[in-house]
């Protein structure tokens, strides 16, 4: 593996040292001082955990594996999730963050992450255009429309994910989120898995960046770095979540900012960045599709099994058996599923098209000027209307994606269509 690779290995652990030094010294000198502190440090070990779950891909198939790597590249935004459905159980001052990272980052996935595979997509595939080359990638140019053509394989998770976000409005309607309600989408989560799990094994992903140094290495090194990764940062993140999360409330506090926004934005931008990185990286490489179809899968492990452990968590941390919403939960919720249900609409005839992208990131940069629950149920309002519009448009492509959770997978293949390309 290159100098470069330890480098930024040796830049990880760098920044978690801190963490683990003051977790283990118990040193806790300012609110502010530990949000810097911690949230580098998880931020050094999603790094980690990103580079060695691509690079395990490799050693490892099957449902089981699928089950694991799913849990171990999740693992910041649960652990930061989960303690403050945990502390809410003992806590009540905690139960409007219980809901607060998990929404938050379902949003920024979408509404950043999404379009900006988009546009890097089509930017590549112009420029091949211009240089003459017969490769675009997965993007397509057709006069002045271009768009992102996606695989026929995440048809399966864009039907799972159009069942999740519409049983999500039950949440809102509820108004809690009932033990009995986390332990059906935690069901769905296990039946997504194998269902994905017998979709036929097409060739791995070519990986990039960080990922192809540590799968360079001969096997039983590779094997051994990627245990190694995982360990360590796992270790890092177990110890830091606590105070990180602490961290979080405690400063907005200290410094007059809303806590529950910056539980919402600013933990999601630390655990979600890696993600986000590895995704551009695919796109640069002309192959959009495969970012877009990991994004979507994390959204369906949000909606399903990070959801659906928050009464759980709050249940072990002495509340009851069922997570109450305040009314700005309710409203975001109600916010997350609408935006969620327009997503998969744009998505749903597997052309992800670059007004669509721009679409999106505008109404997600909206919400920030969007303060009261009147603006928030408005937008709400406004992405349902997007949806059935959209909907109605794609209405062909419906059924058979309602219907592809029920299906046999089929290995992930680009549709290849003979369009005229300028």
């Not at 303690?83 to 949003?107: H, T, V």
């Not at 519409?166 to 989120?177: D, E």
């Not at 009851?320 to 749903?348: W, Y």
């Amino acid at each position: 593996m290159p100098r470069t690779a330890w480098a930024k290995i040796a830049l990880c652990l760098a920044f978690m040292a801190p963490g683990v030094v003051f977790r283990l010294t118990g040193f806790a000198p300012h609110p502010v001082v530990d949000l810097f502190i911690f949230g580098g440090a998880v931020v050094a070990a999603s790094f980690l955990l990103a580079w060695a779950a691509e690079a395990a891909q490799l050693d490892i198939s099957g449902p089981l594996a699928i089950a694991i790597l799913a849990l171990i590249a999740v693992l910041p935004e649960y652990a930061v999730d989960l303690y403050y459905a945990f502390r809410s159980g003992y806590d009540p001052s905690y139960e409007q963050f219980a809901a607060a990272n998990m929404l938050g980052s379902n949003r920024l996935l979408l509404g950043f992450g999404w379009p900006l595979v988009v546009f890097v997509a089509i930017i590549v595939a112009v420029r091949a255009i211009r240089a003459g080359r017969s490769r675009t990638g997965d993007a397509r140019i057709q006069g002045r429309s271009a768009f992102l053509q996606l695989d026929t394989g995440v048809r399966m998770e864009i039907g799972f994910l159009v069942l999740l976000a519409l049983v999500a409005f039950l949440i809102p309607i509820l108004g809690i989120i009932p033990m009995w309600f986390g332990v059906l989408l935690i069901l769905v989560f296990v039946v997504y898995l194998w269902r994905a799990g017998q979709a036929e094994q097409g060739e791995h992903e070519e990986l990039v960046g960080m990922a192809a140094n540590i799968g360079n290495l001969p096997q039983r090194r590779r094997r051994i770095t990627v245990i190694a990764l995982f360990v360590i940062a796992a270790a890092v993140i177990l110890a830091s979540a606590e105070p990180f999360a602490t961290a979080l409330v405690d400063s907005g506090s200290t410094l007059g900012i809303d806590s529950f926004f910056l539980v919402q934005w600013l933990a999601p931008l630390s655990s979600e960045a890696p993600e986000f990185i590895v995704a551009i990286l695919f796109a640069l490489r002309g192959n959009g599709a495969a970012a877009i179809g990991t994004l979507i899968a994390s959204k369906v492990n949000q909606w399903s099994l990070l959801v659906g452990s928050l009464p759980i968590a709050h249940a072990l941390g002495g509340g009851g058996f069922d997570v109450v919403l305040d009314a700005r939960q309710t409203e975001e919720f109600v916010l997350t599923a609408s935006q969620t249900l327009m997503g998969v609409a744009i998505i749903i005839g597997l052309r992800f098209h670059r007004w669509a992208a721009i679409a999106l990131i505008a109404l997600f940069a909206v919400q920030f000027a969007v303060t009261g629950t009147t603006g928030r149920y408005v937008l709400s309002a406004a992405h349902l209307l997007i949806a059935l519009v959209v909907f109605w448009i794609q209405r062909r492509h419906i059924v058979p994606t309602l219907a592809a959770p029920f299906r046999r997978p089929t290995q992930h293949q680009v549709l290849e269509e003979p369009l005229p390309v300028q």
